[in-house]
């Protein structure tokens, strides 16, 4: 149980154009979603909080409108980042918290690696 | 906030002995612990958590201590095995707030 789905898991895209990465909880309804950003050898920055059907948090220095958060369904977050440049090469990372039972555990997905040309 | 350190960065230990990680919290409100693997190019897995009713928790090979008054967990990894080999991570937080991490463990498993 508690399975975070995050597509894609790699993507190359040039310089200004948008990508789109998903993240899903398949076996469980997830009223909070995070998404994190890993630099190599670096821990898990947080970059914004998103509940269902409602604004996303972001963290001190995150741009809101570069980072698009969207958490339509309580199985399903998206982040896009828009306007992509080489700098926002990262490893991307979502996680998941089960709306119920013991709230505090957070599962996370298998990250997604985007490289921007 | 919460601040989150852990030591040792980097540790290296023989296949079958027991490799220890430890994590200090800054604030005392904190009541929740858990402990991540993260194999490379992966997200990361929980692999075992505590909260601070707890003093001690542990399954199977793997275990995990708290001290409250002292505001430091720490991760036992016994008989261990080359599967072991990852970067673990730390984190705390106060009930469902959001996990601050430590900085990492790189953990490597000498066959």
């Known amino acids: 149980g508690a399975v975070v789905s995050q597509h894609p898991s790699w993507v190359i895209c040039k310089s200004g154009t948008s990508v789109k990465i998903e993240c899903r909880s398949l076996?469980?309804?997830?009223?909070?979603m995070f998404w994190y950003r890993q630099f190599p050898k670096q821990s898990l920055m947080l970059m914004a909080t998103?509940?269902?059907?409602?604004?996303?948090?972001?963290e001190q220095g995150v741009e809101k409108d570069k980072f698009l958060i969207n958490h339509a369904s309580l199985t399903l977050s998206t982040l896009t980042v828009t306007s992509a440049h080489p700098e926002d090469s990262s490893f991307y990372i979502c996680?998941?918290?089960?709306?119920?039972?013991?709230?505090?555990?957070?599962?996370f997905g298998s990250g997604t690696q985007l490289s921007v040309l | 906030g919460e601040n989150v350190e852990q030591h040792p960065s980097t540790l290296s230990v023989q296949e079958g002995d027991s490799a220890v990680i430890k994590c200090t919290y800054s604030d005392s409100a904190s009541n929740y612990f858990p402990w991540y693997k993260q194999e490379l190019g992966k997200g990361p897995q929980l692999i075992i958590d505590?909260?601070?009713?707890?003093g001690e928790k542990k399954d199977q090979r793997i275990a995990v201590t708290l001290n409250k008054t002292a505001k430091h967990f720490s991760l036992h990894i016994t008989e261990t095995q080359p599967e072991d080999s990852a970067v673990y991570f730390c984190a705390a937080s106060f009930g469902n707030e959001k996990l601050t991490f430590g900085t990492g463990t790189r953990l490597t498993i000498i066959p």
């Open positions: 505590i909260r601070s009713n707890v």
């Open positions: 076996d469980f309804q997830a009223t909070t």
């Open positions: 998103s509940n269902e059907g409602s604004k996303a948090t972001y």
């Open positions: 996680s998941a918290r089960p709306a119920v039972g013991t709230n505090e555990k957070l599962f």
